[in-house]
């Protein structure tokens, strides 16, 4: 079948690699902002062992082999997971440092998007240790969540060939919100933080209302936000770096891990080591 191999990193991409491609029928090598960017077409009938193959040998290299319909068009759908992916921050552990419990909550944090926790179970118990913050929280908070380097580059990849760009989030809609607003993504969903006012003073319940976005949701939230703008799942991308987002991975028609905990970067059919979000583009859009 006809595939395109491509190749992503952040210096030269060794001829030793290139050589592990069997017979190419043509090639591009392209600078880019992060370093270096190759595509090459070929044949091949196992694409699956030929991905497996040289990603065992490709180091820092991000490695995609697609095919179609992928290998030959740009994607339609972008969907991101935001906290350290599309953000380097995690948004609970932002707010539970203002309620003192920031060190317990990392380590729930890190051991959920590893997979060893239940993800929705975890995020009750991190949630409940905000109980009794201010709202105003959501103001000192908002600033620190730093996005990723390239990440506005990924968005204006996704908008210069007319692809729909989205989040879904473990995160909040307090703060993803006014984010995916700010960014003018087409799509987000995210947990909803209960309050009630006690002495005049809007305050944090400790409780998420409504529907958690959990592994499961996050795979609804592509194939709906699909469904509703008529898009072939086969030509959307799905992006996120923790156990959390892998559901997600198997509804999308590319999967790619960035920066990922292990089990996630395994599962994905892109894993991208270095720390540049808009190397993406190069797998979803052919591009940057």
Known sequence: ???RVTLAAMGPIPESL???????????????????????????DEPDQLRQALRAVAGNVAV???????????????????????????AVDLLAHHAGAGEKVAEITERAMRGELDFTASLRE????????PVAVFDDVAPA????????????????VGAK?????????????????????????????ETEVVDGVERLTGRVIGTVV?????ARDLLRFAH?????????????????????????????????KPVTAAAADVAIPFARLDAVAAFAFNAG
């Open 228 to 260: 509703a703008h008529g898009i072939d799942p086969e030509l959307t991308v799905a992006v996120g770096d923790g156990a959390n987002d892998l559901d997600m991975f198997d509804a999308a028609g590319l999967s790619v891990a960035y920066c990922a």
């Open 165 to 193: 760009v989205g989040v879904t989030s473990g995160g909040f809609t307090q703060l993803v919100g006014p984010l995916a607003e700010r960014l003018g993504l087409d799509f987000c969903h995210a947990n909803e933080l």
């Open 18 to 44: 290139l050589a592990c491609i069997p017979t190419p029928i043509s090639k591009t090598v392209d600078r880019t902002a992060y370093g270096q960017r190759v595509n090459v077409y070929t044949r091949h």
């Open 64 to 90: 995609g082999v697609l095919t179609r319909p992928l290998a030959a068009q740009p994607a339609r759908l972008l969907l991101m997971d935001v906290d350290s992916t599309l953000t380097t921050t995690e």
């Open 1 to 3: 079948m006809d595939i």
């Open 214 to 218: 959990n592994r499961e949701q996050k």
């Open 126 to 133: 991190r949630v409940a240790t905000l109980g009794g913050l």
């Open 145 to 160: 969540m730093t996005l990723s380097p390239g990440a506005q580059e990924l968005i204006r990849a996704a908008r210069s």
